[in-house]
């Protein structure tokens, strides 16, 4: 079992800044307690759902083109950390936590809204 429990988004003005944070809490494994992979995905109306961000256990890093050089992830343990600068009206939609276990099984947080108003 794995709970995520997320935070930070909200509404801010074009060039400003959000910190988005998920924490996941794993139960039922007492050998398996980091995950694999964690990041962001998120999803505006009418759209697919696009990968945001990524880092692994080795803290290696993805990034979707868009958001290169305006965002940052980063993780402590089964905390990621998504630090959202010069946000723009484009970067609206519901932000979700992702994790990957090393098992391959998948978690999706129950989304966070960003809206940039510009």
């Known amino acids: 079992q794995v709970q995520l429990v997320e935070s930070g988004g909200g509404l801010v003005q074009a060039g400003g800044s959000l910190r988005l944070s998920c924490s996941a809490s794993?139960?039922?494994?007492?050998?398996?307690?980091?995950?694999?992979?964690m990041g962001w995905y998120r999803q505006a109306p009418g759209q697919q759902r696009e990968m945001v961000a990524l880092i692994d256990s080795s803290r290696r890093k993805q990034y979707e083109e868009s958001v290169q050089g305006r965002f940052t992830v980063s993780r402590d343990r089964n905390t990621v950390f998504l630090q959202m600068n010069s946000l723009k009206s484009e970067d609206t939609a519901v932000y979700y936590c992702?994790?990957?276990?090393?098992?391959?099984?998948?978690?999706w947080g129950q989304g966070t809204q960003v809206t940039v108003s510009s």
């Open positions: 992702y994790v990957r276990r090393f098992s391959g099984d998948t978690f």
């Open positions: 794993i139960t039922g494994s007492p050998y398996v307690q980091i995950v694999h992979t």
